[in-house]
């Protein structure tokens, strides 16, 4: 909704309460809950965070409690059960982080990207950011502040409506989703069974989606049949996905290796820039740690790592650099090695130091 | 307003409860599960031809007698068999057309108009280069079919690729619009002066229509259909091409992530599309009527729509569906010597294409005991 639109709608929703009607609003948008609420329930992973007022809190706060905290003392205490689960997912400590690579070279340069939206707006205004070969770049944020977008421009399948892409010293920004994938720029999308994988397809032709025209898939125009069954068994056996044969639907594989499949065909291309996005939503701990051990393995062979997703906790175990986006920009950048979880979550919610009182 | 919507969403959750009457198992939908067994099409066509045997049965005939008698006149006969594979040459190639649009799911109804497209476009070779050298006529003709039909095929898959203009309507139509012209050409300038008004051209020469088989009206066009069959099935299976249509008829969002072009898929498959029934419209000009005239196909780009359906788009079972329904269509003919109309074979062409539709959405569901 445009925010003239967002308006109207709050109007209506204020003259409905007036007449005293109840509504449920639920919301990624910070500021429409303050705006608008009377009494705020906070929900992540399943769970009820905590219920407050918006007069006891602040949208800094909220961005807190919504990411997950980890000082659990400055909570109400009927609050602190519900946190404990989050407790388990602290950010590695240093000692097991992988060691730091020397900085490599350059592997995307995005300057002034910007997106329109559908109405005439900007779901992306401006970003610049760069990814080294060799490191994994984080993009925090709450959700629908243009990380799909980012995504889905740097993949070629949003067109951009201005700024430059220079992958590998050589300009994309106007080039096909197929000449990204075909010059190493890998892709998991937000929503595997969306468009990451055919449902209905068996894994060889979901394997097949990236590489099909590639000589050692095809030739002639003709599918080489039989090569490629055995390099899908092949993948199948390294990555691990257990599934009843190469035919079956890959829709009736658990999501663990649904997203296993996919990223068996997204490394088998050895890209050079990987764009995951939620990479590890949905999945039970053992495909998430899987997940997190090939993003790490793709750093340690020296490709880029871009990776967007609304879980902090991820975000900082795994990153190198940080950046967090709100409204279409990036707002702040953090040090992957010493993430200060307040200041993020506070960059998440729109607000800086200064600003944070004022909205109070 | 509000009142709609809350009926609405009632309506919604009621349809949904409508399979999970108290019964000993519950059905689930499931959208990823294949419409049933390779089967199941012959049962729907035994349920077809039941609810047909019920009117029959009303109209105080025996429907066992009727059918027979239909099979009789069918396959009964060299003659019967013959006029069936007329009959299917035509369902054969429209038939692969549409089922080359329905697997990425454009669904293109026009196969009559292109039909008829193809059958102008023959004629016209005929018409306007009558010096050619004779055995040149037939490849020309089949090449300006071809063509004609794939040009009417793109009037609708332009707009489609270009501005999303559904392709239902303006397929269907053009139709009309091929229909009206044929009849303009037929009553208009290319009528045969000598036809005593037949809305008709002239005859085409002997080197200007197809060879026929000895004896019969079964004319080479057949080998078309089958070449085009074998040609289809070997494109789906084997090529990039293919591949690329899989994934389009199965998700084309993937198709859209993996870096494949929607729109020129559209193109291709109303090339296609449009390209066999418009050979089908030079072989009956060529092989059946030896002239262009009011009335050259009874709908046969219709009927192909039954035919597409009944064998699952699968080029191969496209052979035998082709002949049954080339098949009712003869045997209809043979129904009126006892007294039926020879709509009887519309009747049961509409019921088939009813249980089959209805049997694909019911056999994504799954019975799941309680």
């Known amino acids: ?173 106007r080039s096909s989703v197929r000449e990204r994938i075909r010059e190493g720029i890998a892709h998991v999308p937000e929503n595997r069974m969306k468009s990451g994988l055919a449902g209905s397809l068996g894994i060889v032709d979901n394997l097949l989606l990236k590489s099909y025209d590639r000589t050692e898939r095809s030739r002639f125009g003709l599918l080489r049949k039989k090569n490629n069954l055995n390099w ?42 990987m764009v995951a996005v939620h990479p590890t939503q949905g999945l039970d701990v053992g495909a998430a740690e899987a997940v997190h051990a090939m993003l790490k393995k793709l750093r340690s062979d020296s490709a880029g790592v871009l990776l967007i997703s609304e879980d902090l906790d991820e975000v900082m175990s795994l990153s190198d650099r940080i950046f967090v986006m709100y409204n279409g920009m990036i707002v702040g950048e953090a040090d992957g090695a010493k993430p200060d979880r307040e200041q993020i979550g506070r960059m998440m919610a729109g607000l800086n130091q200064s600003e944070e009182e004022a909205v109070v | 307003m509000k009142r709609e919507s809350a009926a609405e969403v009632i309506g919604k959750a009621d349809r949904r409860k409508l399979v999970r009457l108290q019964l000993p198992f519950e059905l689930h939908y499931d959208h990823l599960k294949k419409g049933g067994a390779w089967w199941m099409p012959l049962a729907w066509v035994l349920a077809a031809l039941a609810i047909c045997g019920i009117f029959i049965w009303l109209n105080g005939m025996n429907p066992l007698t009727v059918y027979a008698k239909m099979a009789q006149g069918a396959f009964g006969s060299s003659f019967g068999i013959s006029e069936t594979l007329v009959k299917s040459i035509p369902l054969l190639l429209c038939g692969l057309g549409v089922a080359a649009a329905y697997r990425i799911s454009i669904w293109n109804i026009g196969a009559e108009g292109q039909l008829v ?67 303009y050409f037929v009553f208009g300038p290319w009528r045969d002066p000598a036809g005593f008004n037949f809305p008709g051209t002239p005859m085409l020469l002997p080197e200007q229509q197809l060879m026929t088989f000895q004896g019969t009206r079964l004319h080479y066009g057949l080998l078309f259909a089958l070449i085009a069959a074998v040609a289809f099935a070997f494109f789906l299976g084997k090529t990039r091409w293919g591949y690329e249509m899989k994934v389009l008829g199965a998700n084309p969002s993937a198709t859209k992530y993996g870096g494949i072009s929607i729109n020129r898929h559209i193109l291709i498959v109303m090339i296609i599309s449009g390209g066999l029934a418009g050979l089908a419209g030079m072989s009956e000009v060529s092989g059946v009527a030896h002239r262009l005239m009011y009335g050259l196909s009874p709908g046969y780009g219709y009927t192909a729509i039954i035919v597409a359906w009944l064998a699952k788009l699968n080029p191969w079972a496209m052979i035998p569906a082709s002949l049954f329904v080339g098949g009712l269509i003869v045997g209809g003919y043979s129904v009126q010597t006892i007294g039926l109309p020879s709509s009887m074979s519309m009747m049961l062409q509409g019921a088939i294409l009813i249980t089959l539709i209805g049997g694909e959405m019911l056999g994504k569901y799954r019975f799941v005991r309680r």
């Not at chain 1, 007036?18 to 639920?26: A, E, F, L, N, P």
């Not at chain 1, 009843?244 to 065909?265: C, H, I, M, T």
């Not at chain 2, 005929?126 to 300006?144: N, Q």
Request: net charge neutral; hydrophobic share 45%; with cysteine.
């Open chain 1, 232 to 273: 899908a068994q092949e993948l199948v056996a390294r990555f691990d996905v257990r599934a009843p044969d190469l035919e079956s639907p890959v829709g009736q594989l658990s999501g663990g290796n649904q997203q296993k499949l996919l990223l068996a065909r997204e490394i088998s291309q050895r890209p050079k820039l």
């Open chain 2, 117 to 183: 497209a193809g059958a102008i476009a023959a004629t016209a070779v005929t018409i306007y280069m009558p010096s050619l050298p004779g055995g040149l006529y037939i490849p020309v003709m089949a090449a300006a079919g071809i063509a004609a039909g794939a040009a009417w095929g793109l009037l609708t898959a332009l707009p489609r690729a270009w501005f999303g203009v559904n392709e239902l309507i303006t397929s269907l139509m053009l139709n009309y619009v091929a229909l009206l012209l044929l009849d």
């Open chain 1, 1 to 173: 909704m445009t925010p003239g639109e967002a308006e109207v709608l709050f109007e209506t929703l204020r003259d409905l309460k007036k007449s005293g009607k109840t509504m449920v609003i639920t919301t990624h948008k910070l500021k429409e809950v303050m705006a608008v609420a009377d009494a705020i329930t906070i929900m992540r992973r399943g769970k009820t965070v905590v219920e407050c007022s918006p007069e006891s809190t602040s949208a800094a706060r909220l961005a807190e409690l919504m990411v997950g905290r980890e000082r659990k003392e400055s909570l109400p205490l009927q609050h602190r059960q519900a946190l404990q689960p989050l407790q388990q997912l602290q950010p590695l400590q240093p000692h097991q982080r992988p060691q730091p690579r020397k900085p490599g070279d350059i592997v995307l340069s995005v300057d002034g990207m910007t997106v329109a939206n559908e109405h005439g707006g900007r779901s992306l205004d401006g970003v610049s950011l760069q990814v080294r070969e060799g490191e994994i770049v984080g993009i925090a944020g709450v959700a629908g502040n243009g990380q799909l977008e980012l995504a889905e421009a740097l993949t070629g399948l949003k067109e951009w409506a201005g700024g430059q892409m220079l992958y590998l010293g050589k300009r994309m920004e």
